[in-house]
């Protein structure tokens, strides 16, 4: 287990803490509280937490230009304006299915967006994987449980995604021009007889995949042959997701939740549900803008 410096960045409290995202050209951190709805924002030189509530569950937010974001919700892609935070439908998603929501989300460097659902009770094999580009939507991957792990590297070339479910954090290669899959996925890191659960992921300029595992207590590095390289100690029991941040994209950021734990479990992990900074040495890269036209 490595040791790193782990330190608090926000201590709100989020009951689902998900889909980091760090925006260089304001040196924010977004990221959701995705049952409750909020999406929330600082800046990583300090300052007060902005919490913005959206009306409905939302979970991923990318970068359309400088006055507009991208943002996955239960009923799909809004476009939401950074100066008033008005949100507007652009591509629905499964609005017609109250039952599921949005989870794990992520940009291709072509601009693509890979959207994942998932039954709001994690309903087995109720959710999907999408792929957004220019206003097309097409479904990629069906009956999924909880769609999680979606990161690309950066030639575009290559794809990850995970049903957490499965233990199974899947490869396959990708179209650099257009984000979508080339071939057959195949096991990238079998993770069932590991504790915890594969959770989201961001993937460096070197290939390595740092993933959250939920349960786990731990941040895990895994080199581009899939071995594990390197394990960061978590002071929560369920970190969800990393995102790369800092003006070099040198540091990570862990958000966290506390969702399914009972009030004495929550005693015994005081900071479920906090975002923290790991302050370790890492080839980050920053999140391409999504295109929606």
Known sequence: MSEAIVSVFSDHVCQLGEGPSYDPATDT?????????????????????KIHELGQMASAIAV????????????????????????????AIEADNPTTRSNDSRV??????????????EAKAAGSIYWFYKGELRRLYSDIT??????FSEDGTVAHYTDTSTGLLMRVGCDPATGLPAGEPKIFVDHRKAKGYIDGSVLD???????????????????????????VAMP????????FVGRN????????????????????????????????????????RVLIA
């Open 205 to 231: 300029r070197d290939g390595v995949l740092w993933n959250a595992c939920w349960g786990g207590s731990v941040v895990e590095a895994y080199g581009p042959d899939g071995k594990l390289i390197r394990s």
């Open 146 to 151: 909880v769609s999680n792990s979606i990161c």
């Open 108 to 121: 291709h460097p072509c601009g693509a967006f890979w959207v994942g659902t998932m039954g709001k009770g």
């Open 29 to 49: 951190l977004y990221w959701f509280d995705i049952v409750n709805g909020q999406l929330l924002e600082k800046r990583l030189s300090g300052g007060a937490v």
């Open 249 to 288: 994209a040198d540091r990570l950021a862990v958000t966290s939740a506390w969702s399914g734990k009972d009030e004495k479990q929550r005693l015994l992990d005081p900071q479920a549900g906090m975002t923290f900074l790991l302050d370790i040495p890492v080839n980050g890269r920053f999140e391409p």
């Open 64 to 91: 359309v230009d400088d006055k507009r974001q991208l943002i996955a919700t239960e009923t799909g892609l809004h476009v939401r304006d950074v100066a008033t935070g008005k949100m507007t439908l652009h591509t």
């Open 236 to 243: 929560v029991t369920q970190p969800s997701c990393p995102a």
